[in-house]
């Protein structure tokens, strides 16, 4: 399984993005079809659960396909409950790589550059919009370590490292 950082909203509810392979999952809730049977190819679903950690309402198929990478560590997930959205960011590569990394979409709509931020409605969880960015050449991965919003303003604030270029990054 993979599955994301949990993020806890205002009502102590635990936000969490779970991606499953071929099964019956979540105590029966959820059964994922035999073509999800490889580590780079998961069902993910939006699960949420009190500080007991029992499962509220039913978990919410995303349309989010392929790979994330939150097992390396190299994605990040936040709930902006002020404005009914969720954010994710990060990078489709590992640390060392000089390759465009996983494949990752969202509403069969690629992400195509190695570092993205990606947002989402929390209720509809229709993408709202995304950023990525790449350097020019394929010299090095580009990645989001941190990801964080203003309490009052909801701006986002990233922090990360951008992978060798010829100096021009676009976002």
């Known amino acids: 399984m993979d599955f994301s950082p949990p993020v806890i909203d205002s009502q102590n509810q635990i ?3 779970l991606g499953f392979q071929y099964g019956t999952h979540l105590n029966g809730m959820i059964t994922v079809p035999a073509s999800f049977n490889s580590n780079s190819n998961y069902q993910y679903y939006l699960v949420k659960y009190n500080l007991a950690g029992d499962i509220l309402g039913t978990p919410s198929l995303l349309p989010l396909a ?16 002020a404005n009914s959205r969720y954010y994710l960011g990060g990078s489709r590569n ?3 790589t000089g390759t465009l990394g996983a494949a990752l979409s969202y509403n ?11 947002s989402f409605s929390s209720t509809t969880f229709n993408e709202l919009w995304r950023r990525d960015f790449s ?27 951008i992978g060798r270029s010829t100096n021009t990054v676009t976002f």
Not at 108 to 118: D, E, I, T
Request: charged share 15%; glycine share 16%.
């Open 15 to 17: 936000h969490v993005i």
């Open 66 to 81: 392929g790979s994330t990478l939150f097992r390396s560590g190299y994605l990040q997930f936040m709930y902006d409950e």
């Open 94 to 96: 590992l640390e060392g």
């Open 108 to 118: 069969n709509v690629p992400v195509v550059g190695s570092g993205f931020l990606l």
């Open 135 to 161: 350097n020019t050449g394929n010299l090095g991965a580009n990645f989001i370590y941190g990801l964080k919003k203003d309490p009052v303003t909801s701006d986002i604030y990233l922090s990360g490292k």
